[in-house]
C-alpha cells in the first residue's frame, strides 16, 4: 500500500503562487509515474499534470505554462508548483500514483483562488 498525503492548499488571490506537497509513504525512486489531479463539485476528477521518470510531464492544455510538476527521490514527495493562479483553478486537488498495476490517491487539498 503506497499512502500518498498532500498539503500546501488554501486562499489565494487570483494571479498568486502556491506549492503542493505530495509527501509518499515509500521511497519513489522504483515508482515510474505520479500525478495531480483536480475535481469541483458535480465535475469529473481531471489530470493535470503527470510526470513519468524524472523529467517526461504532460499537463492539461488549462494550466500549461503556468504549473509545473517535479519529484524529489530524495526527500519522496512530488510537487505542484502553481503560478499566475485563475479562480478557474479553485478545486480540491488530488495526488495519484501508479505502481504494479494498483493506483494509489492521496485525500486531496483545497485550492481556493479569490480575492
Known amino acids: 500500500q503506497v499512502q500518498l498525503v498532500e498539503s500546501g492548499g488554501g486562499l489565494v488571490q487570483p494571479g498568486g503562487s502556491l506549492r503542493l506537497s505530495c509527501a509518499v509513504s515509500?521511497?519513489?525512486?522504483?515508482?515510474?509515474?505520479f500525478g495531480w489531479y483536480r475535481q469541483v463539485p458535480g465535475k469529473q476528477r481531471g489530470m493535470v499534470a503527470r510526470?513519468?521518470?524524472?523529467?517526461?510531464?504532460t499537463y492539461a492544455d488549462s494550466v500549461k505554462g503556468r504549473f509545473t510538476i517535479t519529484r524529489d527521490n530524495a526527500e519522496n514527495t512530488v510537487y505542484l508548483q502553481m503560478r499566475q493562479l485563475k479562480p478557474e483553478d479553485t478545486a480540491v486537488y488530488y495526488c495519484?500514483?501508479?505502481?504494479?498495476?494498483?493506483?494509489?490517491w492521496g485525500r486531496g487539498t483545497q485550492v481556493t483562488v479569490s480575492s
Open positions: 510526470i513519468i521518470g524524472s523529467y517526461s510531464t
Open positions: 515509500e521511497n519513489i525512486f522504483s515508482i515510474n509515474d
Open positions: 495519484w500514483t501508479l505502481k504494479n498495476g494498483a493506483t494509489y
